[in-house]
């Protein structure tokens, strides 16, 4: 279901305005990922037209001298199995919009402005221990319905064989928008906590543990 479009009829439905807020913004993701990371919907902007620069730096298109306006960010995270162990050369597809909240998609319509120098999409690989990195910047929260407003958030698309595909979002902790986005809060509470991404204090990159169901 399009983030978009997801009417508030489904959304009473699915008992999702119930008045129980439940704050996990401060909450810490587990060292070893637990919960097999949920699905979430892909939203209406995956990237339709292709592009030759899918590199792990988002913050720089092609060989431009030029970089990204906002916060530059480093995500950083493993791909495991539910049995614990890491998944060496799994798809990481990520899409995002810019730092103004908005997506390079002839179907957004948000006013944001582009960023021409900001690549919006990549697909990665993870190494031999199951790792993946990048670095992007923190993409805007933007307007997905009248009264709400997604907050910043990252689109991955995880995929190897023998494992269930997940299309999901990852978050930033200590975000005030997280405590009341339709799609996060629609997530158990421990589901809720494996998709919000902490900051490792030490480098400064955030942290995405992601976990895939054997088929
Ligand atoms: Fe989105």
Redesign the pocket.
């Known amino acids: 279901m399009s ?1 978009k479009f997801l009417s508030r009829r489904k959304v009473l439905q699915a008992g999702l305005v119930s008045g129980v807020s439940l704050s996990v913004s401060t909450a810490c993701a587990s060292e070893t990922p637990k919960t097999v990371t949920p699905r979430q919907t892909s ?1 209406p ?1 995956y990237p339709i037209v292709e592009q030759a620069d899918k590199d792990a730096d988002l913050t720089v298109v092609g060989n431009s001298p030029d970089i990204a306006l906002g916060d530059i960010v480093t995500v950083e995270g493993g791909v495991y199995g539910d049995d614990g162990s890491p998944i060496a050369d799994a798809v990481v597809d990520i899409w ?2 810019n730092a103004a909240g908005r ?1 390079a998609h002839e179907t957004d319509r948000n006013q944001a402005p582009l960023d021409p120098n900001f690549q919006g999409w990549a697909i990665l690989k993870t190494d031999a221990n199951g790792r993946y990195r990048f670095k992007t910047v923190k ?1 805007g929260a ?1 307007p997905a319905a009248s009264g709400w407003d ?1 907050p910043p ?1 990252i ?1 991955f698309k995880v995929s190897r064989r023998g494992y269930h595909e997940i299309t999901t ?1 990852m978050y930033f902790e200590n975000e005030p928008l997280n405590d009341v986005d339709l799609i996060l809060k629609a997530l158990s509470e421990p589901e809720q906590i494996s998709v919000i991404a902490t900051r490792n204090e030490v480098s400064g990159a955030f942290s995405f543990e992601i976990v895939l169901r054997k088929v």
Do not use: D, N, V
């Open positions: 983030e939203g902007f995002q919009a997506y993409p933007y997604r958030h689109h979002q």
